[in-house]
Nanobody, 119 residues
Framework: QVQLVESGGGLVPAGGSLKLACTASGNVYMINSMAWFHQAPGKQRELVAAISSGGVAQYEDSVKGRFTISGDVTKGKVALQMNSLKPEDTGVYFC?????????????WGQGTRVTVSS
C-alpha cells in the first residue's frame, strides 16, 4: 500500500555531512508519521529521528544537534540532514512510515541506503 525509497547515502570523512532523502508512493494519504532508523554493522536497527504529520520532530540523543529531519509527511517526503558525522554513524539508514489502517502500522520500510564515515 505504501512504498518507500531512500537515496543519498555514500562515503564521507569524519566531520563531513550527508543528506538522505525518502520518498513514499502509493497510499501516501494514510501516512501518519515517518522516521529514519540506523542499523550499524552487526547491530539492531535503532530509531534516529522521526517526524509527525504536524511537523513535530524527535531525535535519539546521540544525534541531537547534528542531525535534522525535515519534510512533509502528508506528501510522503522526508529528509535527514546529517552533519558532524562520526565513524559510529556508519551503517544502513532505513526510512520508515507509520501507515494508518494497516497492521502493524509501523512495519513499512524502504530498502535502505548505506552510509560510511571514514575516520
Amino acid at each position: 500500500q505504501v512504498q518507500l525509497v531512500e537515496s543519498g547515502g555514500g562515503l564521507v570523512p569524519a566531520g563531513g555531512s550527508l543528506k538522505l532523502a525518502c520518498t513514499a508512493s502509493g497510499n501516501v494519504y494514510m501516512i501518519n508519521s515517518m522516521a529514519w532508523f540506523h542499523q550499524a554493522p552487526g547491530k539492531q536497527r535503532e530509531l534516529v529521528a522521526a517526524i509527525s504529520s504536524g511537523g513535530v520532530a524527535q531525535y535519539e540523543d546521540s544525534v541531537k544537534g547534528r542531525f535534522t529531519i525535515s519534510g512533509d509527511v502528508t506528501k510522503g517526503k522526508v529528509a535527514l540532514q546529517m552533519n558532524s558525522l562520526k565513524p559510529e554513524d556508519t551503517g544502513v539508514y532505513f526510512c520508515n512510515a507509520e501507515v494508518l489502517g494497516t497492521a502493524p502500522a509501523y512495519d513499512h520500510w524502504g530498502q535502505g541506503t548505506r552510509v560510511t564515515v571514514s575516520s
